[in-house]
């Protein structure tokens, strides 16, 4: 996604179904969730970039597994993490709680916890004319994270918050789940068309090997059956249908 000359946020697939997002503005790059090293030192090589911080969503080797190489790089970058996950995310070295606002690339970002997939997740917002929110696992297209640690209800309560952002959100979540995704929504809600629209949209990407992250929050209200449950029974009977689901 390019926002202007400046500033733009690039998406590097790895593992089976992982994405790093990289929010690049001039020449210094934020990294979100490094699964691996390997890739993203290549782009910042490559690029001449300076990288200023990695953000941590949660604990999940497939979203911090790549910190340790990007450490021994750039020794002095920020590592920004939970601080209830100092435990589980060792290396972090600037610890964060809900609320609380940080400066990245000279833009305010606002940490908002999502618990739920994890017991202390956290999402970070960036408020920009078109906002962002890099969300980890708690929220995908057409999908939402597997409650791990939390209950039910905080998952809801998390959906709920992110409900609440503005609808031009654009919502950079942490695997590409699309299609499996619609293609549940589609066995629920077998006559939403907006499903069937965004299915062949989605195909079409990846056949020409597009990402189809990130997602816009407002569409996602139309396809989403996580975001559209407006209860807690009605959302913990779509989570446990989908667990189930192959
Ligand atoms: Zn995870
Ligand atoms: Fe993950």
Redesign the pocket.
Known sequence: MEFNKEQTIIGLKVLSD?VIWLWKKNNSVVVVDPAVSQPVIEFIKSNNLNLEAILQTHH?S??IGGTKKLIKEWPNIKIIASAKEKDRIPFQNLSVKDGDKLQLLGEEVQVLEVLGHTRSHISFYFKNKTPVLFV??TLFSAGCGRIFEGTYKQMFNSLKRIKSLPNNTLIYC??EYTKSNLLWALNIEPDNKYIKEKLSEVEKKISLKELTIPCLLEEEMKINLFLKADNLKVFSYLRDNKDLWV
């Open positions: 992982n999940h497939d979203h980890g696992d942490a695997h």
